[in-house]
């Protein structure tokens, strides 16, 4: 029996060049498969442009509310009285199911910004109503929450939440 000596020496190089061959093409089609079906599966521009608002809040008289919609939810923003503020940082934690302090929930006290969907089976709350003066109101299942937005009474679980937002300038602030 005679052996082809050539033969058995090269299949020690090909094996490894064949693996590392097929190594690049499995990544190479790896990452067209990504490129092509996943990244498209991504935020459009449009939902970028949504994800964070601008909100001129100079015309919001002291007292009210302005909602605007954000990420498709509503958004309340509302300029607090000099009355409010101190009724709500008088509040002891003691007192709320969900404690929070009224500094914890707003950059400046006269303005709270908190979205406007009822942490109980998101309904929209109802501003100025309720048992809590300058506070929101859940008529679908009776929840309560103060002027800064804290649940007091009814089955919602948690406050109403805070979104991140700068203030830009005394009139600007941008949500997001």
């Not at 061959?21 to 990544?27: F, I, R």
């Not at 709500?88 to 969900?98: F, I, M």
């Not at 100025?128 to 007091?152: F, N, T, V």
Request: glycine share 8%; aromatic share 8%.
């Amino acid at each position: 029996m005679t052996f082809n000596v050539r033969y058995i020496s090269t299949l020690g190089i090909r094996r490894p060049l064949v693996e590392l061959l097929g190594g690049v093409v499995a990544t190479t089609a790896a990452k067209y498969t990504v490129k092509t079906f996943v990244m498209p599966l991504g935020p459009t521009a449009k939902t970028l442009a949504e994800a964070s608002t601008e909100v001129n809040i100079a015309s919001i008289p002291e007292g009210k509310n302005l909602v605007v919609k954000w990420r498709n939810k509503p958004l309340f923003v509302r300029h607090r009285t000099q009355e409010e503020i101190e009724r709500e940082r008088s509040v002891p934690l003691h007192e709320l199911r969900h404690p929070q302090t009224d500094e914890s929930r707003v950059q400046r006290p006269e303005w709270l910004i908190c979205l406007g969907v009822c942490t109980h089976l998101g309904c929209v709350p109802i501003a100025h109503a309720g048992e809590y003066p300058g506070g929101y109101y859940c008529p679908c299942h009776g929840s309560h929450y103060d002027a800064s937005g804290r649940i007091r009474k009814g089955p919602a679980p948690l406050n109403l939440e805070i979104p991140e937002y700068n203030f830009v300038d005394d009139s600007t602030v941008v949500v997001g």
